[in-house]
């Protein structure tokens, strides 16, 4: 059975997160990534305890709007250890081209009307996966649709795509049918489509979770004797 | 000539509209989306309504039914008031729909 996975909510204050996963539970979703606000994350583990209860997992996400390279790389550096996910949004090309290889980058974001161009040179080096966010498209439809719809033909084979709530209010929340419609309609398969909120987002997170944990030492190297 | 094959999908909206309304702005947005084209293409047609649980339930045609789901999803205002409009279950017939309401106990139905 799939476990679908809110990729992107942004939580503000306890009370707020609360409601959002109260919402995303009723939506049916096993998971979310929560971007929290410095308050909300010196309270996460309140917040993961409320989450429990409800029944939902969350994770850390923090999400990175650099002016440049060695912005993006320095709180690269700052933060990978912290946080469970890490979102690049790419406001330009500089960052877009250094978060497009860096293996630390879970997604990238690219905003709809970008102020560099995207092209199949830009879509060549990019490694990881590009999340597409309902709320760009509810703010814009026309521009999100017109960079979506470059993004899905000329990287749609070649990366994973995600598509995410970004919601910091319940009104904004949608459920996984709904946003897996957004990349169905720019042309994936209905199976596809469905990774994109699924099967996707929840490899990432597997894969992170081994990583920041104590038993990991290098790629593809685990410390198994502490365990017996 | 080939029977087209429908599809009933049931929406409700938060906070609560009635389901003419909710319809109204399922179609303006499937329009200001997919076109006029589009629009006839779907057969978008108010099947059931439920005006004390807020719940519409829409027949569409089977290829249009994503496109009907990102119009629902795409829905931010019903008659200039912020709301939100989530597809609830979907279905070949509206006896299944009803039943898989009902399952989802938002009032009862049937």
């Given amino acids: 059975m799939r476990r679908f996975i809110d990729f992107w909510v942004k939580g503000e204050s306890l009370e707020q997160a609360v409601g959002l996963l109260k919402k995303l539970k009723e939506l049916g979703f096993h998971s979310a990534v929560i971007e929290p606000s410095s308050d909300l994350l010196e309270g996460f583990e309140e917040l993961r305890s409320e989450a429990d209860r409800i029944g939902v997992k969350i994770y850390r996400k923090l999400v990175i709007e650099p002016s440049g390279r060695g912005d993006l790389l320095r709180a690269l550096r700052k933060n990978r250890g912290s946080f469970e996910v890490i979102t690049v949004l790419c406001r330009n090309l500089e960052a877009a081209l250094v978060a497009a290889r860096d293996s630390r980058v879970d997604s990238l974001i690219i905003p709809p009307n970008p102020e560099f161009r995207f092209d199949k040179g830009v879509a060549s080096l990019i490694k990881n996966s590009v999340e597409l966010p309902f709320n760009h498209f509810l703010e814009d439809k026309l521009s999100f649709l017109r960079t979506a719809l470059r993004i899905v033909s000329i990287l749609g084979r070649k990366v994973d795509i995600i598509v995410s709530s970004g919601a910091s209010d319940p009104l904004e929340l949608r459920g996984p049918m709904e946003l897996a419609s957004l990349v169905q309609v720019l042309g994936y398969s209905q199976e596809k489509a469905l990774d994109a909120v699924s099967k996707v987002p929840e490899s990432i997170l597997e894969e992170n979770l081994v990583k920041l944990s104590k038993r990991y030492v290098a790629r593809g190297v685990l410390r198994i004797d502490e365990e017996g | ?110």
Avoid: H, W
């Fill in chain 2, 1 to 110: 000539m080939k029977r087209v094959k429908k599809r009933y999908v049931a929406f409700s909206s938060e906070p609560k509209f009635s389901p003419i309304e909710i319809f109204r702005a399922v179609q303006a947005s499937y329009r200001e989306l997919f076109g006029l084209t589009g629009l006839a293409s779907a057969d978008l047609k108010l099947a059931k309504g439920y005006q004390e649980e807020g719940i519409a339930i829409i027949r569409c045609a089977l290829k249009s039914v994503p496109r009907l789901f990102l119009a629902g999803a795409a829905v931010t205002k019903i008659g200039g008031e912020r709301a939100a409009v989530r597809a609830l279950t979907m279905s070949g017939t509206i006896k299944k729909v009803k039943k898989k309401i009902n399952a989802l106990k938002i009032g009862g139905l049937i």
